[in-house]
């Protein structure tokens, strides 16, 4: 009999708005990682060029990407692909930068998915 998948007892999720440029997005709630698992980032804005830069431990994940509109995509974490994912050990470094070019708003989600997932 196979397991369902239930979230990790050290999963954690950040998930904002942004209307003007912020460095590291998520340094208060996931600047680092808290244990052995998966980072997942999703963005869109309601600007055609907001751009996202996505650093996970010392790898660059996006480089100035130009993020999707949110009108023509709303971000559902549980059907949609991430932006950037890659699994992380405890303390990774996790830095998200947001630059707005034109007058908008950028929701932003960076989802933490622990080891303990239960999944098989």
């Given at each position: 009999m196979a397991r369902r998948g239930r979230m990790g007892l050290s999963s954690r999720r950040f998930d904002n708005r942004f209307t003007v440029t912020e460095a590291n997005v998520s340094r208060d709630e996931l600047g680092t990682s808290p244990g052995a698992?998966?980072?997942?980032?999703?963005?869109?804005?309601?600007?055609?060029?907001?751009?996202?830069?996505?650093?996970?431990?010392?790898?660059?994940?996006?480089?100035?990407?130009?993020?999707?509109?949110?009108?023509?995509?709303?971000?559902?974490?549980?059907?949609d692909g991430p932006l950037a994912t890659a699994q992380v050990r405890p303390g990774d470094?996790?830095?998200?930068?947001?630059?707005?070019?034109?007058?908008?708003?950028?929701?932003?989600?960076?989802?933490?998915?622990?080891a303990d997932l239960g999944i098989s």
């Open positions: 698992g998966a980072i997942g980032i999703w963005a869109a804005s309601t600007a055609v060029d907001g751009l996202l830069t996505v650093r996970i431990g010392a790898r660059i994940q996006l480089n100035r990407q130009t993020i999707p509109l949110e009108a023509t995509l709303a971000i559902n974490t549980l059907n470094r996790i830095t998200v930068d947001y630059v707005e070019v034109t007058a908008g708003t950028a929701r932003i989600i960076v989802e933490f998915l622990g």
